[in-house]
T-cell receptor
Framework: SQQGEEDPQALSIQEGENATMNCSYKTSINNLQWYRQNSGRGLVHLILIRSNEREKHSGRLRVTLDTSKKSSSLLITASRAADTASYFCATPSRAYNNDMRFGAGTRLTVKP | NAGVTQTPKFQVLKTGQSMTLQCAQDMNHNSMYWYRQDPGMGLRLIYYSASEGTTDKGEVPNGYNVSRLNKREFSLRLESAAPSQTSVYFC?????????????FGPGTRLTVL
């Protein structure tokens, strides 16, 4: 069963705009990870945020985590056409174990 | 470094045929994983290997077997393929537990079972 669920399922924006994707999960977690998948390719790790962190930045990416609401958000600022991809959140099914559960993803399209 | 490599890239099987998907990593990672990705469902873990010599079931292990041949290689075998196993299969590796570390993914194998 899926642990994380992304919202929206699809998002279309213009280049230069910001894109926000959300992830909700069901059980307590120790960390949450975000991945990107370009069409027809494997997933690429973007960022890992631990349960004791509220916000984390990496370049144009900003991830927040609200453990009380069991939700996380991924913000991509000043989007580019190259950001067009699917974005997935993933959480361990149990504390720090090897069984990561992925959501169905948000399909982001950035129009030039 | 090649990272995580998978062979073949594409495969078409008939129901009941068997095949082995190969995966290798050159990053000296301890843990390796096999996932399947179906449309609209994200990735689901089939099997994983926390270290050389060990394997464990993931969320959807039925119909599959795995072998951790050595630290570099982790293969996935379908003994008797079924149409429900039509999917894209991804291999991944991580330095340690995936719950603590990022995973590095291969390019995938697109499998169709007729």
């Amino acid at each position: 069963s899926q642990q994380g669920e992304e919202d929206p399922q699809a998002l279309s924006i213009q280049e230069g705009e910001n894109a926000t994707m959300n992830c909700s999960y069901k059980t307590s977690i120790n960390n949450l990870q975000w991945y990107r998948q370009n069409s027809g390719r494997g997933l690429v790790h973007l960022i890992l945020i631990r349960s004791n962190e509220r916000e984390k930045h990496s370049g144009r990416l900003r991830v927040t985590l609200d453990t009380s609401k069991k939700s996380s958000s991924l913000l991509i600022t000043a989007s580019r056409a190259a950001d067009t991809a699917s974005y997935f959140c993933a959480t361990p099914s149990r504390a720090y174990n090897n069984d990561m559960r992925f959501g169905a993803g948000t399909r982001l399209t950035v129009k030039p | 470094n090649a990272g995580v490599t998978q062979t073949p890239k594409f495969q078409v099987l008939k129901t009941g045929q068997s095949m082995t998907l190969q995966c290798a990593q050159d990053m000296n990672h301890n843990s390796m994983y096999w996932y399947r990705q179906d449309p609209g469902m994200g990735l689901r873990l089939i099997y994983y290997s926390a270290s050389e010599g060990t394997t464990d079931k993931g969320e959807v292990p039925n119909g599959y077997n795995v072998s951790r041949l050595n630290k570099r290689e982790f293969s996935l075998r379908l003994e008797s393929a079924a149409p429900s196993q039509t999917s894209v299969y991804f291999c991944a590796s991580s330095p340690g537990t995936s719950g603590r570390n990022e995973q590095f993914f291969g390019p995938g194998t697109r499998l169709t079972v007729l």
